[in-house]
Every structure is written in structure tokens, then in C-alpha cells.
């Protein structure tokens, strides 16, 4: 065999093989509009975080109503008329009105009534203690929040082994 054939088949077989990719960025696709990744947003939104809650909307109009009343009873309601109900410096019609919207505001942010329990009930538990005029420092409140985070992983955990 010659030299010449030599180069011959090895020009053939470089030839055979799949061809340089260039190292330069293919051309980009022109940028979309601002409103399509808006509306892009918007969707995503609405498939992720409302869609699953659809079905929970009359919880977040109860919820809307209690705190209507909320509402109506700081403004309108002279506080020494509801402050001694059934315990001194109580405001018990506030409470359960603030209990019940937040009760039924977090069922529908965590779509979870043991958990929303546990969040309304510490916020109504910290409510009370500062109508008591108990002192209610950061580290008390950190430390309340920790035991209902505890509470939650016990209880579930609980449900998980049965």
C-alpha cells in the first residue's frame, strides 16, 4: 500500500465522522413581551396556590366575616362593656371572634385543620396572656412558638405510625 492510499482512506474515514460543532451561542430567541411572562406568572399562581384552595372559599368568606366582627367590636364597642365577661380583662367576645377568623383564615392558607388549630390557638393564647397584663417578651413568644412546632411534629408523627 502507498502513502498516497494511506492519506486517501484517512480523508474518507474524516469525512465519515459527524462534523465540528461551532463553540459560538446559537441565536437566541427573541425576548417575549413583559405581559406574557406576567401572564405566564399569574397562571402558574392561579394553578399552584388557587386552584388546590378552590374548594375552601367559603372558609375564607367566614373568615372575612369574622374578622368583620373584629372589626366592628374595636370600633364601635366600648371596651368596659365587653372587658369583664366571664373572667376579669378578658374581652371574650373579641377573642373567640379573633380565634375563629384565624382559625378559618390558616385552614385555608395550610389546608390543614390540626395545624390551623395549633396557629390559632397560640395567637389566642398570646392574646390572653397580654389582656392579663402578663408580660409578653420576644423570648416568650419564641419559646410558646417552639412548643407548638413540637406539638405539630409529635402529632404528626403520631399519625404517621398508625
Known amino acids: 500500500m502507498s502513502a498516497h492510499t494511506r ?11 459527524k462534523p465540528a460543532r461551532s463553540r459560538l451561542r446559537p441565536h437566541s430567541e427573541p425576548r417575549q413581551r413583559q405581559s406574557n411572562n406576567y ?6 399562581f392561579f394553578s399552584s396556590f388557587i386552584a388546590p384552595r378552590k374548594k375552601y372559599l367559603p372558609t375564607l368568606l367566614l373568615s372575612l366575616l369574622c374578622y368583620l366582627i373584629v372589626f366592628y367590636i374595636l ?15 378578658s374581652y371574650a367576645p ?11 383564615l390558616f385552614s385555608f392558607l395550610l389546608l390543614q385543620r390540626r395545624q390551623a388549630i395549633i396557629v390559632s390557638s397560640w395567637i389566642a393564647v398570646l392574646l390572653f ?29 403520631i399519625e404517621h405510625t398508625k
Do not use: D
Not at 7 to 17: E, H, K, P, W
Not at 39 to 44: K, P
Not at 133 to 151: D, Q, R, T, Y
Open 7 to 17: 492519506q486517501v482512506t484517512n480523508t474518507t474515514t474524516s469525512q465519515q465522522r
Open 75 to 89: 370600633t364601635q364597642v366600648h371596651p368596659a362593656s365587653i372587658a369583664h365577661l366571664p373572667l376579669p380583662y
Open 129 to 157: 396572656l397580654k389582656l392579663q397584663l402578663f408580660v409578653v417578651h420576644w423570648l416568650v413568644i419564641a419559646i410558646s412558638g417552639l412548643c407548638m412546632i413540637a406539638l405539630e411534629l409529635i402529632l404528626s408523627k
Open 94 to 104: 373579641l377573642q373567640i371572634a379573633l380565634a375563629a377568623g384565624n382559625f378559618l
Open 39 to 44: 401572564q405566564s406568572y399569574i397562571s402558574s
